[in-house]
């Protein structure tokens, strides 16, 4: 289970909070004993955008599952082109997100976590751990990664950290474009 991340929520913590009470609401009627959650790898901060992660972990520790992994995973690679649009930004000649560009990171696909999400929930042995963090391929910079699609897609383009609100502004914009033209 995870809780949805949605940029176009006027109050992100609080539709966390919202949606997240109801998880632990239906899984504590449920009967249901075996839960991964995919929470976020910076979850142990308690802050930013890690918070609602961390704050899922700690409401189902009180429902006292016999068998809970919170699966806290790097960086989506997915998150370049679906939720920060960087095709769109690259035809600028700049990528630009809130975030420092010069802090190595893991990066992960999406699939990967989905992998080891369905090993867990099919395995005859529970891991003794709560806390499973997967790091992906590497460690890498936003400033990094950025050189790397660029070239992937033969474009020159240079990384640029910007305020939280004009990053937010550009993923609306990216969000609110039909499907068709997010390509």
């Known amino acids: ?30 009967g249901v004993s075996r839960v991964v959650l995919l929470s976020g790898l910076n979850a142990h901060l308690k802050m930013g955008t ?12 009180t429902l006292g599952l016999p068998e809970l992994v919170h699966l806290r995973a790097g960086f989506f690679n997915e998150n370049f082109v679906k939720g920060m649009g960087f095709l ?10 809130p975030f420092r560009g010069d ?3 893991p990066l992960i696909a999406a699939g990967d976590i989905g992998v080891r999400a369905a090993e867990l929930l099919a395995a005859d042995d529970w891991p003794g751990d709560r ?15 950025t050189a790397i699609l660029g070239r992937a897609i033969g474009r020159d ?8 609100d ?13 499907a068709s033209s997010r390509r």
């Open 166 to 178: 004009d990053a937010r502004a550009g993923m609306l914009q990216v969000a609110c474009r039909p």
């Open 131 to 145: 806390v499973i963090e997967l790091h992906g391929g590497g460690y890498y910079t936003l400033a990094e990664a």
């Open 103 to 105: 802090l190595p990171m």
């Open 1 to 30: 289970m995870m809780v949805p991340f949605d940029v176009q929520v006027a109050d992100l913590h609080g539709f966390e909070r919202e949606v997240g009470v109801r998880l632990a609401d239906a899984i504590s009627g449920s």
């Open 50 to 61: 890690s918070l609602g992660a961390a704050e899922m972990e700690d409401r189902l520790e």
């Open 88 to 97: 769109q930004q690259a035809e600028t000649g700049v990528f630009a997100t």
């Open 157 to 164: 383009v240079a990384y640029q950290t910007v305020s939280y």
